[in-house]
């Protein structure tokens, strides 16, 4: 893995991590509608908002590799 390979999966793991925050503070009736997660691409300037039910953020992170990412935006 390269430097800047290393860099960007360390932004894309700090973004990950508030997301979890986000997804474990979100309460039962919460789980129904659409919450404000974080695009998780490797761009340390993007805080650009994703809107995704619990369960499809969960769906998402099923797959290890797979990110919640805004439209455009790469991993
Ligand atoms: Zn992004």
Redesign the pocket.
Known sequence: MTDVADEAARRSAHKRRLNALIHESASEEERSWAIAFL???A?EH?Y?TVWQTPEEYEAVHLDARSSV??PG?RE
């Open positions: 695009c998780e691409c761009s993007c650009e990412l805004a935006h």
